[in-house]
């Protein structure tokens, strides 16, 4: 395959992310569900997803003036408010925000945000595949 060094990046992201192998995939994003995604961070993490670390990992400090729940909320069943900005989030569960968690570029580029905002560094696969399987433990 002829790929440019982003579509490169790309195809290697949803190779490793989804577990996919084979040369006939096509490095095109494509609608995912939240359990695929959260698939691919256990398959990196190579450890199975734990809830409840998660929602630790969600609620606590990591050594920066916010957790994940200073915008989301505690349990961010609701919507939040960014907590510098003042501006809206829609809520972070999937159960009660059926967009979240759909897109595996998506996905990835806000936990990188996200997570350089709380934790001053990119979260593991192990922190990502944990925060959403708590999240996904969430329901109405």
Not at 60 to 79: F, L, N
């Amino acid at each position: 395959m002829n790929l440019s060094p982003l579509h490169q990046s790309t195809f290697r992201f949803v190779v490793a992310a989804f577990g996919f192998a084979g040369a006939a995939l096509a490095p095109v994003a494509q609608a995912a569900i939240p359990s695929e995604i959260l698939a691919g961070y256990t398959a990196q993490a190579g450890s199975p997803a734990a809830p409840a670390r998660g929602q630790q990992f969600f609620t606590t400090r990591h050594g920066r003036e916010w957790s994940c729940s200073s915008c989301h909320g505690t349990v961010p069943t609701q919507d939040g408010k960014h907590a510098s900005t003042g501006k809206s989030i829609g809520a972070l569960a999937p159960a009660f925000n059926p967009q979240r968690f759909t897109d595996a570029a998506k996905t990835e580029k806000w936990f990188r945000r996200n997570c350089n905002d709380v934790a001053g560094r990119e979260c593991t696969p192990a922190e990502k595949a944990d925060v959403l399987s708590w999240l996904l433990t969430l329901k109405p």
